[in-house]
């Protein structure tokens, strides 16, 4: 019996002695593939050479290197890296020391500016404490393999550092160098990002000081965001016009086609009518924006619904003079002006040579007459003096309470339109009014005329000119298109010449290929170009420029059928 007991103790002895053995084992070979995924893990940290010779290289370079690479790996590495540069120059020195247990992904990420969460360190710190506190021989060991390890990746992190650092630190000044800290792998790695920092800042700021130096930024009030053409007409262009939202444009060419078009978020027709009568004239309703007013070369006026698209009304003016050369809508939409011509010798187009050159051959009767919006009935005829006269355009002013008139006879004609009367007159040009507007302050009007002048007027006082500019022919009409065999189309200016920016410090005008910017400024005798639009083949014949949106939109109408739309921004001083 007690043989047998002690057979039995020595198996169980046995038993538990390669219990320990096996135990042992198992941690000895776990500790082993620690070390090795630590080692794996610093073989991880060697970055990619386009990341580790970033400040060598250029943009291109840089684009290209990163491109030979997968994408997802690229954007992956890449985005994080860029990132991190762009974080670590506002954040603090101290960053948190790698675990030695973390993954080679987690280790690979923290180089790439990636943060391990704060509680990670402590709970591996506060896991070894208390295992040392148990007095097991396996878990002090293992401890102690973790030091090892920790200490060996921290030697290859710091000569892996220094070998980066020697790189880094050629063109940058030595008082960068690491300072010793408690991290070893925080003090090789923070000081590293310094120079990259500094470089993207240099290369950040480095236009805008070449701009400040050459004086390009002061100098270009307008930035061009983008240019669209609007290319449905197939006829010169006379009219367009941006209607008071600012989100959509009408346009009427020569052959009586009407478009309605939307460019906002893309260019799109809203509605499309053919008149079978000419049209010479066109303007947007004032508050119903849904609406347009069409004058006809019959005598008579439309309204036309741009939603439902067909004519709401037609009504006629007057036979005896059929041609309806201009249309202004009030600003409270309850009234409109209207000017009617007898016929003229010479037409809108003409596709023959013509001798522009003399006076004016459209000094025709006409009148001005003004028209209730809501019941489309006739209120009251104008008093043109000296005489009847055609009228060729009108604008109100915000209010609506004065009225301003160019007319065939040169003279500009300011109407109280609470009185109803003509409140002064002056001769302005030599030869036809083309294009009239108020002022941003509304204290001058400007005129362009047949004779090439730009003049501004104060209206205090009668005739008072306050500048004076001359304007080459391809901004004030006639405007030709020549062809081959001796082809030559001519057509008179009809829709508006020049608009203003928002505070009217800026004109915008008609050229031979595109429109033209000039800046105002009443103490130079000749306007400043600051920015040529261009994109057209064919001479811009009418402008048209909306700040009802953020940017500004400028709308520039060619004799080829092309409309550009050109989105600007306004550098603020």
Known sequence: MNHCGIRSERKLLFAHWLCKLFALQAESSRIKKEELEVEEAVVHHKLPAYVANMDRLGDSELDMTCSQRSTAHSLQ??????SSFLSQSKKGPSRPTQPSGASPTQTGSMLLGKKEPANHQSAKGKEGAVSCKDGKSHFSGLATGELSSLQQRQKRLQEHGKERKELLSKGTSQGQSAEKKTDVSTAETEPCSEPHTEQAETTTKMPAGSAEATGVREEQPFIVLSQEEYGEHH????YCRVDCSGRRVASLDVDGVIKVWSFNPIMQTKASSISKSPLLSLEWATKRDRLLLLGSGVGTVRLYDTEAKKNLCEISIDENMPRILSLACSPSGASFVCSAAAPSSISHVDFSAVN????????????LLLWDTKTMKQQLQFSLDPEP???NCTAFNHNGNLLVTGAA????????MQQHECAMSWKAHDGEVYSVEFSYDENTVYSIGEDGKFIQWNIHKSGLKVSEYDLPSEATGPFVLSGYSGYKQVQFPRGRLFAFDSEGNYMLTCSSTGGVIFKLNGEEKVLES????GGHRAPVVTVDWSMAMDCGTCLTASMDGKIKLTTLLAQKS
Do not use: E, H
Request: include cysteine; aromatic fraction near 8%.
């Open 77 to 82: 590495s890449r985005g994080g890296f860029l």
């Open 235 to 238: 006829s010169s262009i006379m």
């Open 356 to 367: 522009y050159g003399g006076k004016s051959m459209n000094q025709v009767p006409g009148k």
């Open 389 to 391: 006269i055609a009228i």
């Open 409 to 416: 006879d040169g003279i500009v004609r300011l109407f109280d």
């Open 530 to 533: 600051c920015l040529s639009l």
